[in-house]
């Protein structure tokens, strides 16, 4: 039996991550020159692909949850590794979808005259090649790809050692969809060796790859933002506010925050605090207090908060900076909109936070000095989404504020640059 030391592994790895990454190259190139309609037909050629293949993807998902029962993953992932028939079907549909999504690749904006004669204008350009690097469901490789192709971007796809059978899967649909589409087949490809070392690769290669977003939990994306020498589109958690105002309408309080904490509990988007101002505390707190116990949501208040509801445990500091994503909500009373800003833009996660108020001046001022990604006035936290937001996908939602900020759609996966038109113009 032949033996591959550690050293040699390393090297194929690396030999084969540089190979991927100039193919991604090439094939962004190509992509950036492609038609709208050539892009639009790869995507629906990877529906029919996926559709064809319904039999093959099950047989490849079921391999992928054996071995997922075997190593002991828990319920929740095994949940999300699955490919259940509805989910290659809404695979599917998300494909029509996006290729039904207004192409942003040439848009002209802001043209304008200059004194000199000439015009100045932006044009909207894809990024390049995107890496994604992405934990246990597959359904985001097909949702990653898509969004991508729409764009003109080249995608180098790393899911899950867990999900590797399935995605190399639906990659097969993927390279036969884009070949019988006259696309280069590396305009999306899959990273085909669980080796960790491959995301290490994927992320210091700047020469091939323009931006690394990272989809999973919050080690790994500390671990992609701390080692990456490629632009990185993050967010690192959702710990989210819904502060109930002194002026707050009780009966949409108690709507918005019952929904942002209930609708998901798994989710970025999802209230992990509640602020309550003093004046209103009395009144507002006992009935969230019921209608949470009521859905088997712990509550960890402060000293005042326990003052109104007995049950609730004691908070910590450390629970004001959670993300639980669980039936588990922190819950303070503040003294006002001074003290709710302040709290939040200390901390939070910067993802998405709400006011609830019929006050239009604190409104706005909480809209201009809260710093997060999403901020909302009378509205759930679970409206920050792609989809929500009219964009028609997403493929994350960005905490970071240079480039994109907030749900990431296909604008977000573009840049833009200057255009200029002279006529034999020369400067003087």
């Known amino acids: 039996m032949t033996t591959v030391s550690s050293e040699a592994a390393q090297q194929d790895v690396q030999a084969y991550m540089q190979s991927v990454g100039k193919a991604a190259r090439a094939a962004s190139r190509q992509l950036a020159r492609a038609s709208t309609k050539m892009r639009n ?51 599917i549909t998300g494909l029509r979808e996006v290729a039904a999504l207004p192409d942003p690749i040439g848009e002209i904006s802001d043209m304008s005259y200059r004194p000199s004669g000439i015009q100045v204008g932006k044009m909207r350009v894809p990024l390049g090649v995107i890496g994604i690097i992405y934990e246990s469901r597959p359904n985001v490789t097909v949702e990653a790809a898509s969004l991508c192709l729409k764009s ?111 609708h998901r509990y798994g989710t970025c988007n ?55 994503l669980a039936p588990i909500i922190a819950v303070k009373v503040i003294s006002g909109l001074d003290e709710a800003i302040e709290h939040i833009n200390t901390y939070s996660s910067h993802h998405t936070e709400s006011i609830v108020t019929e006050n239009y001046t604190r409104a706005r001022r909480f809209l201009t000095e809260v710093d997060s990604s999403s901020v909302m006035v009378n509205a759930s936290t679970r409206f920050a989404d792609g989809f929500e937001y009219g964009l028609g996908a997403e493929i994350g939602i960005s905490t970071d504020k240079l480039h994109a900020r907030g749900p990431v759609g296909l604008q977000g996966l573009t840049s833009q640059k200057y255009i200029v038109f002279g006529d034999g113009h020369i400067r003087g």
């Not at 990877?46 to 293949?53: D, K, M």
């Not at 712990?298 to 004001?320: F, H, K, M, N, V």
């Open 41 to 91: 037909d790869a995507l629906l050629a990877i529906a029919e692909q996926l559709g064809n293949s319904r039999e093959s993807l099950a047989e490849a998902n079921r391999l992928d949850m054996a071995a997922g029962r075997d190593s002991g993953l828990d319920a929740a992932l095994l949940d999300r590794l699955e490919l259940t028939p509805s989910r290659i079907d809404a695979m």
């Open 270 to 324: 999802t209230a992990e605090s509640l602020l309550v101002d003093a004046a209103i505390a009395e009144a507002f707190l006992p009935q969230i207090g019921e209608r949470l116990k009521a859905a088997g949501v712990e509550i960890r208040g402060c000293d005042q908060t326990r003052r109104y509801l007995p049950d609730a445990s004691a908070a910590a500091e450390a629970d004001w900076f959670e993300e639980y």
């Open 152 to 262: 003109g971007n080249a995608t180098i796809l790393r899911g899950g050692s867990e999900a590797l059978h399935s995605n190399l899967a639906i990659a097969e649909c993927i390279s036969a969809a884009l070949a019988s589409s006259g696309l280069d087949a590396a305009a999306v490809q899959i990273v085909n060796t669980a080796d960790r070392a491959a995301v290490g690769e994927l992320i210091t290669m700047p020469d091939y790859v323009d931006v690394i977003v990272p989809r999973g939990g919050k080690g790994l994306i500390e671990r992609i933002s701390r080692d990456s020498k490629v632009p990185v589109i993050k967010h690192l958690d959702g710990n989210c506010h819904v502060y109930v105002d002194a002026d707050a309408d009780l009966t949409k309080a108690l709507a918005i925050t019952f929904n942002s904490k209930t």
